[in-house]
């Protein structure tokens, strides 16, 4: 449409930046796509590691604060043990970052840019992370529908997303043998808490 006619250079920018803004939506749901084969495909053979868990978000912090500009993300901890090791799992490094970097995304984008907050808590062999926004919030009756490929919560219609976020970061819960738990309240805002068990 846009090479149709000649047109100023207004409007060839506006065409423009509407195709970067298609094109980088579609290359997330892509990535996103590839990302849930891979957990589809080789479930039974996850390369595993030890990974510090703080340290790990920390690094995804860093990371989606600098990709997101305006962000604000703050970090506590909660009943950290004496023995640093103890905040060690055993599991794939990327797939647990896609799963953090999902989350951290939805919740700043949902409230608009507002502060969210994450807790890392330490408790009886077991590592919680709680992320928690104070945007939209998720519908009630759509709180478990949100885990399903593809499904988007009624009121998530203005704003972009592909409905894999969430089911990808239980996809990936799921293989590592964790708990993904959800706490909404509509115009309040949502809470994610990941459960790992430690080694």
Do not use: C
């Amino acid at each position: 449409v846009s090479l149709s006619k000649q047109r100023s250079e207004s409007e060839y920018r506006k065409v423009l930046n509407s195709v970067l803004s298609e094109a980088e939506r579609l290359s997330k749901m892509t990535k996103g796509l590839l990302d849930m084969a891979h957990t589809g495909f080789y479930n039974t053979d996850v390369i595993t590691e030890e990974i510090r868990l703080d340290d790990l978000l920390w690094e995804t912090k860093s990371e989606v604060e600098k990709n997101i500009l305006d962000s604000k993300i703050h970090i506590e901890y909660a009943n950290m043990p004496e023995n640093e090791t103890a905040l060690i799992i055993k599991g794939n490094k990327q797939l647990i970052h896609i799963a953090l970097e999902n989350i951290f995304e939805n919740a700043i984008k949902f409230s608009d840019n507002k502060l969210v907050n994450g807790v890392l808590e330490y408790s009886e062999n077991k590592i919680i992370i709680t992320i928690t926004d104070s945007g939209i919030g998720i519908p009630k009756a759509e709180q478990t529908k949100v885990l399903d490929s593809f499904y988007r919560a009624e009121n998530t219609r203005n704003y972009t997303g592909s409905g894999i976020g969430l089911s990808l970061v239980n996809k990936i819960m799921q293989l590592h043998h964790g708990e993904l738990k959800i706490t909404s309240e509509l115009g309040k805002g949502t809470s994610v808490e990941l459960t790992f068990n430690t080694i």
